[in-house]
């Protein structure tokens, strides 16, 4: 009567990964957790899970993985740790061409010092290093070195007058305390109001000012109680190598100035073995702590000792110049003469710098290039959608599957491919865009990374995904989409109408209205809705009155209803090969699963066997897929991409912005829409403009407590 078996439930999708079958495992962090750390940890344990399999299992299974977040993030990591120390570069050149050896060795002293109190108050408030922190700390070498400088200044001042060095350090801190606190607090002021930017920009933003309000407080702390300490010792230290440089005074100057050489090279060897303390192994080691660094920093400051007494005993000797009577000033002094040296200059001065800036802004408005939300970077991870309407089956699918498939692996510029039909696959971070409602199938590719293929313009990552959507768009009976792996808190696609009402009908018709007027308009493109996809439903009808004079019921007609679909429960049971319950079901066998079955099933009654076709009967209707309300009422989302590249007939470039204020022209002033239908712009327009709104707010509010400030 019946074949009885184990086997699995109907496939409902299918993956593959680079053209194999593949079954994938996404892993997700948890929050507050760091991303490389846990991929390595991932790695080991896939390993150590992997050295237990059977022989044959590890030559018959390829395990490896893709789609790798920490790749990305550590490559950015070690971009901004090398901006970070560029940044400290630039700053330690402009001081040591400016304030000399001595007090540029103490301003340096105040960043990493600062950077350290930095990371010490974000460990306290559980706050981890990202890539707004590290922009943050960027932003902020130029400006903590300012207190620095005016403490140092001040006591070098002091001492050229014959003061000790501790005492003109002290002095120093307590003379200039008002003016550094003043200096710090209206640098602090500019991104106080910054902590309350609201909405996800806000989130994804907020730790820029917190970052910065770190490194500025910590850098106040040092110039007022560390720089003061070590300047004095340095300046005792001083006047000992200064004695020293003395002694190498008698030697020629050549020699003295070959002395330099070795110092200079036993800095530099300092300097990168606390970078990399293999630096002289020529390896890095895989677990190098802080402890590792250690040697490098007794090398450096070695090295900076030996460089103080040579640097001294090689400066020529000094000739005495004469001494001219009467006040020289500089060229800077007799233009600040020429300003403020009558009453008429600084109106005109007034007047010339508010000309400037108002020209400066009306030429910017009239010729600037728009404006971008987050600016985009080189793609290097992308998601294909496939779109196609019909009742498609998983093996159509799968077809249409294979054959972009094939084309993105004959890609050049690819690294890995995962992809998939039906249900299932991997979520990736799109910054919030949903795939679209007639999505058949989704490619998820991951570009070559930038270091292998550097030397070869034509393997950019836009590029080859430009080319491989023109390619995939040849493919007929589907539409092709593309998006990039967001870096900011995007919503999807820029344009994004949201139209809300109570009629059905007349949504529809704004909604075809609307994208009418999309299609139109020129660099929109990839555009899509959020109407049901059109779709049938069969309605199975049963005659209760009919079924009663037969002896059946409801009951017994789903049932025999769900012998040619899912087949009927009957009870679960354990089994060795599962975890899990398994369940037990009955159906037909799969050359008789089709809708017509139900013609011809009989069902068994009290008077026999009876066709279902007696008192059942089926029509189809149509298919509803869900029902989305807003502010309760009922909206659907028109939504398209723009773009790049293209200007309009005027030379301005074509963006989101400028064609949401070209739609937006259209609505208001044609009023196209039908009555009972609102509109309004949602995802990254009404993001961008809560954002502009606040950020216009947060400047006033500056300027107002720096005014405060100074007033005090």
């Known amino acids: 009567l019946a074949d009885i078996r184990l086997t699995f439930e109907d496939r409902t999708g299918t993956a593959r990964f680079n053209g194999e079958p593949t079954l994938a495992l996404q892993v997700v962090k948890r929050k507050g957790y760091n991303v490389i750390d846990t991929a390595n940890l991932v790695r080991e344990t896939v390993e150590k899970a992997r050295e237990g399999w059977p022989e044959e299992l590890q030559s018959a299974v390829n395990l490896g993985t893709s789609l790798d977040q920490s790749v990305t993030v550590g490559a950015m990591v070690s971009q901004l740790e090398g901006s970070v120390l560029t940044a400290i570069a630039l ?52 400006m903590l070195v300012d207190g620095a400088i005016i403490i140092v200044e001040y006591a070098d001042k002091r001492i050229t007058e014959g ?19 003043s200096s710090t607090a209206t ?4 991104f106080l109001p910054m902590l309350f930017w609201p909405g996800i920009p806000g989130e994804f933003m907020g730790m820029l000012p917190v ?70 192994s020529g390896t890095r ?33 000094s000739r005495l110049r004469p001494i001219r009577a009467g006040y020289r000033r500089s060229p800077f002094g007799h233009l600040i003469n020429f300003i403020a040296g009558n009453p008429v200059m600084p109106l005109v ?48 699918k799968d077809a249409i599957l294979r054959e972009a498939e094939s084309i993105v692996l004959d890609t050049p510029g690819i690294h890995s491919v995962f992809a998939f039909a039906g249900q299932g696959g991997i979520d990736q971070n799109n910054g919030g865009a949903q795939a679209p409602l007639d999505t058949v199938a989704q490619v998820q590719v991951e570009m070559q990374r930038w270091e292998t293929r550097k030397d070869n313009p034509e393997l950019d990552g836009d590029l080859v995904l430009d080319r491989l959507v023109a390619r995939l768009e040849q493919i007929p009976g589907i539409r092709v989409e593309s998006l990039s792996q967001s870096r900011g808190p995007a919503s999807g696609k820029p344009l994004h109408l949201r139209l809300t009402g109570d009629d059905f009908a007349a949504l529809d018709a704004a909604v075809r209205t609307v994208e009418t007027k999309f299609a139109a308009l020129e660099g929109v493109k990839a555009i899509e809705d959020t109407r049901p996809l059109p779709g049938i439903d069969w309605q199975i009808d049963v005659d209760v009155e009919k079924a009663g004079r037969y002896g059946a019921d409801v009951a017994t007609v789903g049932g025999m209803v769900q012998l040619v679909t899912r087949g009927i429960l009957l009870d679960t049971m354990r089994v060795d090969s599962s975890d ?8 037909l066998p799969e050359q008789d699963r089709f809708l017509s079955t139900l013609d011809t099933l009989k069902v068994r009654t009290g008077e026999g066997l009876v066709p279902l076709a007696n008192f059942v009967t089926r029509h189809p209707v149509p298919k509803l897929g869900r029902i989305d309300r807003f502010g309760q009422k009922r909206y659907f989302d028109v939504k398209a991409d723009v773009e790049t590249g293209i200007t309009t007939a005027d030379g301005q470039p074509v ?45 006033a509010g500056a300027l107002g407590l720096m005014f405060v400030i100074l007033l005090a």
């Open 91 to 142: 700053v330690m050149i402009v001081v040591l061409a400016t304030l000399g050896s001595r007090s540029a060795l103490l301003v340096g002293f105040s960043i990493p010092t600062s950077f350290l109190l930095t990371f010490a108050l974000l460990a306290v408030f559980g706050i981890s290093i990202s890539n707004i922190v590290m922009f943050g700390l960027i932003l902020a070498v130029g």
């Open 163 to 181: 003061q000790g060095p501790m005492r003109a350090y002290t002095e120093a801190a307590q003379r200039m305390f008002w003016p550094v606190v």
């Open 187 to 190: 640098t602090l002021c500019a």
């Open 211 to 280: 970052t910065l309000i770190f490194v500025l407080s910590a850098s106040l702390v040092v110039a007022l109680i560390y720089l003061p300490v070590m300047g004095g010792v340095a300046g005792r230290a001083t006047r000992k190598f200064e004695r020293i440089a003395v002694l190498l005074k008698p030697l020629p100057w050549a020699l003295r100035a070959a002395l330099v050489v070795p110092a200079m090279a036993t800095i530099f060897v300092g300097a990168m073995l606390m970078l990399n303390p293999g630096y002289l």
């Open 285 to 317: 080691p895989a677990d190098a702590g802080i402890l590792a660094s250690v040697p490098g920093a007794a090398v450096f400051m070695l090295g900076a000792i030996l460089g103080s007494i040579t640097l001294e005993a090689a400066k020529p000797a």
């Open 349 to 396: 001065t007034i007047a010339g710098v508010v000309f400037v800036v108002i020209s400066v802004f009306g030429y910017y408005g009239q010729h600037s290039k728009g404006v971008e939300f987050f600016v985009e970077s080189e793609t290097e991870q992308a998601i294909i959608y496939l779109r196609a309407r019909g009742n498609l089956s998983l093996e159509e």
């Open 580 to 587: 899990e319950e398994i369940e037990i079901r009955v159906r």
């Open 655 to 699: 963006n989101a912005n400028e064609r949401i204020a070209v739609v937006t022209k259209w609505l208001e002033e044609e009023n196209p829409l039908p009555a009972g239908v609102d509109w309004q712009w949602t995802g990254d327009q009404e993001e961008q403009a809560e954002s502009q709104a606040f950020l216009m707010k947060a400047f």
